[in-house]
C-alpha cells in the first residue's frame, strides 16, 4: 500500500517536471509572437496616423512637396494654404479638410508667418518634430534662394517693365486663388452640424475687417473666444445629458 503510494507520488513529480520542460520550450517561442504581434499592432497604428513615420522616403517627399510649394506660391501665406489643401488634402488624402481648416486658423493666430506655421503644422501631424524640421527646410529654402539671386541685381530688376506686368498679372491670380480658398473652406464650415455660429462670425468679421477696419487681431481674439464659449456650452449640455441618463 505505502510502495503504490510513492509510485503515484513519483508519477506526479515526473508529469509536473515534463510539463514545466515543455512550458519553458514554449515560453520564448510565446514571448516572440506576442513581442511581433505588439510591434505589428505598433506599425499599423503609426502608419494609419501618419504618426512618427520613419521612412526616408516619406521624409523626400514631404520636402520635395513642400519645396515645390513654397517655389511656386506667390502673393501671401493664403496662396499656399490652398495649394497645400489641393497637394495633401485632394491629392495625397494625407490630412482632411477639417484639419487644414484648423491649421489655417492656428497658423493665422500665431506671430511669423502663416506659410511657415502652417508647414510646422502639416510636417508635425504627418511625422512629428522631425516632420516639422523638414517641412520647414523646403518651405524656407525657395524664398531664401529667390531673395538672395535677386538681391545681387535689385535695382534693374525692380525697374524692369516686363517684371513689372509679370507681378501686375500674379496679383490677379493670386486674388482668383484667394477667393477659391475662401469659398471652398467657407463650404466645409456650413456643412457643418452647428453652422449657425460660425456663418455669423465670418459675417461679423468681415463686415469689421472690410468695412470698419477693425485691427484684424481684434476680429481674431474675439472670435477665437466666442468660439470657446460655444464649445464650452456644448460640453455643458452633453454632460448634462449624460447625467439624466
Not at 21 to 31: A, D, F
Not at 60 to 78: D, H, I, N, P, V
Request: charged share 20%; glycine share 8%; aromatic share 8%.
Amino acid at each position: 500500500m505505502l510502495r503504490a503510494i510513492i509510485e503515484q507520488e513519483q508519477e506526479k513529480i515526473e508529469e509536473n517536471n515534463i510539463r514545466q520542460w515543455i512550458y519553458s520550450k514554449r515560453k520564448p517561442v510565446i514571448r516572440g509572437i506576442r513581442s511581433k504581434r505588439k510591434k505589428d499592432r505598433l506599425k499599423e497604428k503609426r502608419q494609419g496616423d501618419f504618426c512618427l513615420k520613419q521612412d526616408k522616403k516619406f521624409y523626400w517627399k514631404l520636402f520635395l512637396e513642400t519645396f515645390q510649394l513654397s517655389a511656386f506660391t506667390f502673393g501671401g501665406g493664403y496662396v499656399i494654404i490652398s495649394l497645400m489643401k489641393k497637394k495633401f488634402v485632394d491629392k495625397l488624402h494625407w490630412i482632411d479638410e477639417r484639419e487644414i481648416l484648423d491649421f489655417t486658423a492656428i497658423a493665422q493666430s500665431s506671430p511669423g508667418a502663416i506659410a511657415v506655421n502652417a508647414a510646422v503644422l502639416l510636417g508635425y501631424r504627418l511625422s512629428g518634430i522631425p516632420g516639422a524640421l523638414v517641412a520647414i527646410l523646403g518651405t524656407v529654402l525657395p524664398p531664401f534662394i529667390l531673395l538672395s539671386i535677386i538681391s545681387v541685381g535689385y535695382s534693374a530688376f525692380i525697374g524692369n517693365t516686363i517684371v513689372k506686368n509679370v507681378l501686375r498679372g500674379m496679383q490677379a491670380g493670386v486674388c482668383a486663388v484667394i477667393i477659391d480658398v475662401v469659398i471652398t473652406m467657407g463650404r466645409t464650415i456650413l456643412k457643418e452640424h452647428h453652422w449657425i455660429v460660425p456663418a455669423i462670425l465670418m459675417a461679423g468679421s468681415f463686415i469689421a475687417a472690410a468695412l470698419f477696419h477693425v485691427n484684424p487681431v481684434y476680429v481674431i481674439l474675439i472670435c477665437g473666444l466666442v468660439g470657446c464659449l460655444s464649445v464650452k456650452k456644448e460640453t455643458g449640455k452633453g454632460d448634462g445629458n449624460h447625467d439624466l441618463s
